[in-house]
């Protein structure tokens, strides 16, 4: 077992993303492209160099060891991401830790052995495993072969999906070895998703009707609550009407968070859109209030 895939981080003794204490393994990689992604390093399914304008110190003793020219202080993100082969020399000479890749490579074995130093706290706790990004089902072969070892060891397993993926594969490879899957729903009018997340949605909306129909493991729809794209009344209403037609009662409101805006600019990606404030308490309520009208209660 060779498999290996690029991660964006492992989170280890997190209290969100499911229940008990759980490790958190964040894939590099996504079908889609929204506009707010809050983890636009998990975009790309390829190692990036990121740089953090914030803790450089001007030494400049990267652009004295890079050979290719690729750091540029009249270039608008310092880095020239043309010129830049991911050598790693500016990030070793690098005294401030400003400069860092973005996607480590991970073995299964290797993966399997750091998620198991936390069982006696997954035991403990009713805790586990989730599989987050990005989007774990890019990444379908490397999943089917982890979902397995940890399902060998006792594992809970929960995945967090976009629902962006190839329905056979997904039944057939990973949903016998899950427990429990967060599906994302964004935009219901499914020109507008196509507009703010670049494909449109009815690959997805097909999926989870599907899969909930097929009433084998527990689904939590989440929902992310961006402000002017998602929040909306019409399309909450749209979604909660949606939901309670399928007969869903429980749903998770995911809170607006700007800090992306600054992932995005280190990973030189100007964002395509600016809301820079976080999610106020009366507009929580106003929103739970929309989906209470239909019978749905945020848990
Ligand atoms: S080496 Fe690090 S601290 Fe020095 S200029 Fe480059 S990024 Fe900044
Ligand atoms: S990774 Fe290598 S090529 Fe890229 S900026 Fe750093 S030193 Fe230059």
Known sequence: MENITLLVDIKRNALDDGPGIRTLIFFKGCPLS??????????????????????????????EECN???IDLSYEFRIDRTKCNLCGRCIEVCPNSALKFVGQEYRIKDLVNIILKDRIFFQNSGGGVTLSGGEPLYHINYVKDLVKELKKEAIHICIETCGYYN??????????????????LKIFDSELHRKYCNVSNERILANFEDLIKKKSIKIVPRIPLIPK???????????ADYLKKLNVRKIIL??????????????????????????????KERIKLIFSDFEINDF
């Open 34 to 63: 929204c506009v707010w992604c809050q983890n636009p390093e998990a975009k790309s399914p390829n190692k990036e160099l990121s740089f953090n304008k914030n803790i450089c110190r001007e030494c400049f003793a990267c652009i």
């Open 68 to 70: 290719q020219n690729a």
């Open 167 to 184: 329905r056979e594969k997904f039944y057939e490879l990973i949903l016998p070895y899950l427990d429990l899957i967060y599906f994302d």
């Open 229 to 239: 794209i998602t929040d909306t009344q019409d399309n909450l209403s749209k979604l």
């Open 254 to 283: 995911l809170s607006y968070n700007p800090l992306w805006i600054s992932k995005s600019l280190m990973i030189g990606i100007t964002p395509k859109y600016d809301y820079s404030e976080f999610l106020d308490k009366k507009n």
